[in-house]
């Protein structure tokens, strides 16, 4: 069983800095894929950046610019440096992982991935 713990949320004002971490652990997989998600009150969670065994990355049209994703393959950790934060990235944001490779399309897509963390708060004010 996959371990999955997110850290690094809080609250800042419009325009200020978060950057979130996550840890996957346990099970037999040597290598994990690893994605964020985020959900805010009233809404669907949504895919906001991932990153492929070879580096590619995908985000979310609204985070482009702002956001940047890394990862540690060999440690299974996985950053968000979320810059330029604006009161609608005001969410939970979710941690993600799975040990399959699937297509570069499917980096955003929920269903790919099998391990969720508990989320952390990422609160922005105007």
Not at 32 to 59: C, H, N
Request: proline share 2%; glycine share 12%.
């Amino acid at each position: 069983q996959v371990h999955v713990v997110e850290s690094g949320g809080g609250s800042v004002q419009s325009g200020g800095s978060l950057r979130l971490s996550c840890a996957a652990s346990g099970g037999t997989y040597r290598r994990l894929y690893m994605g964020w998600f985020r959900q805010a009150p009233g809404k669907e969670r949504e895919g906001v950046a991932a990153i492929d065994s070879d580096g590619s990355t995908a985000y979310l049209d609204s985070v482009k610019g702002r956001f940047t994703v890394s990862q540690d393959n060999a440690k299974n950790l996985l950053y968000l440096q979320m810059d330029n934060l604006k009161p609608e990235d005001t969410a939970m944001y979710y941690c993600a992982a799975d040990p399959v490779r699937h297509y570069f399309a499917d980096l955003l897509r929920e269903s790919r991935y099998n391990y969720w963390g508990q989320g952390t708060q990422v609160t922005v004010s105007s």
